[in-house]
């Protein structure tokens, strides 16, 4: 052993300084660049909070077109990386295709990885930016058999990998303004969140010095998993296996059994021990975007019906455990059409912006070291080594 301090999930290490994002989990505030996040998807749009996110402060209207015609001149993917796609199997999860094709994205973009000039990481972070909605739309053209459909620069970020995604060469794609509005809301609401395990994982990566391409493909693997952005899938199977309100009891009695593995998908959080703002605002734009649409969705009762059971049970009061941003967020994104294999796609799309500006601010940072945790040590004390023939 040795004399580190043992802090295992980091609960209580600051890992790094960082400008960008501020949480208080008591309180239950999300704040980019101290504008809170309420506020930005109410009233702002993915683009502008993604260039706060970068640039520290809200752009002018010049700087606005300016960063989004830049954005949009780096949608296209090289025509290489589309042979990729057939690598793989048409059933594969969307996600292992993510991985794979934005890892790749490392072998095609030499001339901006110099990570010590702040100007190539720009570059690097606007062609993450701008390419994930392609890559991602490529993924999901490619699970159901229909061709890739090219970026078009005259649409908005949101309305281009809207058409990319559910449109067909055969005819023109009516952009839905209720569908757009939705969608760019739900990626602001993933845009950032402090030094959570993806982000933490693009920074350890990115903190020996490795290409960004490759370090964000480390984040969407990290991202993945059920208990961080797999957490959306997971939580929109739940509720159809729920199917209806009666069958609620059941499953909460299941979370609260210790012998138990199965969890609530879409409730408790790490630093949210209050409510996490983004479900607040996801839960309301879910009844308004069913509704707009003219959708009545059964799972939107059960989640409310959920909802309302798990937050007048002492388990969960005392376990501090409220609906998270995955909670609500698989209800809109099926009602736009998406299946579940995609939701956890959406979040790494709209989270590359953060592990881009949280990547860009260690880089910068003078003090950044490489991140090298040290452990507590609990194996055998020294012995000596027995050939084969005598153990
Ligand atoms: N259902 C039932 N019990 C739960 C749940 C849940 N969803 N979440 C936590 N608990 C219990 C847990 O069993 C533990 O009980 P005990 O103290 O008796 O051992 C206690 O609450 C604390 O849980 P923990 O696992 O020690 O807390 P954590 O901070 O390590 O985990 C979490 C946070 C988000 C991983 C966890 O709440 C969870 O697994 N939730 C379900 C998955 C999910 O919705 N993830 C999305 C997170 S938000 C978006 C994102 O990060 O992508």
Redesign the pocket.
Known sequence: TGAFTYDP?F?STASCQSALTYIDGDEGILLHRGYPIDQLAEQSSFMEVSYLLLNGELPSAKELESFTYTISRHTMLHEQLATFYRGFRRDAHPMAIMCGVVGALSAFYHDSTDINDPKQRMIASHRLIAKMPTIAAMAYKYSVGQPFLYPRNDLSYTANFLRMTFGVPAEEYEVDPVIESAMDKIFILHAD?EQ???TSTVRLAGSSGANPFACIAAGIAC?WG???????E??LNMLREIGTPDRIPEYIAR??N?DDP???????????KNF?PRAKVLGKAATEVLDKLGISDPVLDTARELERIALSDQ??ID???YP????YSGVILSAIGFPTTMFTVL?ALARTVGWVAQWNEMISDPEQKIGRPRQLYTGPAMRDYVPVAKR
């Open positions: 999930g609960t969140h959570n395990a993806s991202l059920p208990a961080h952005g797999g957490a959306n997971a939580a979370a609260k210790k199965f969890r609530l998908m879409g409730f408790g959080h790490r630093v949210y996490d388990y969960f376990k501090k455990l998270n941003v995955d909670f979040f």
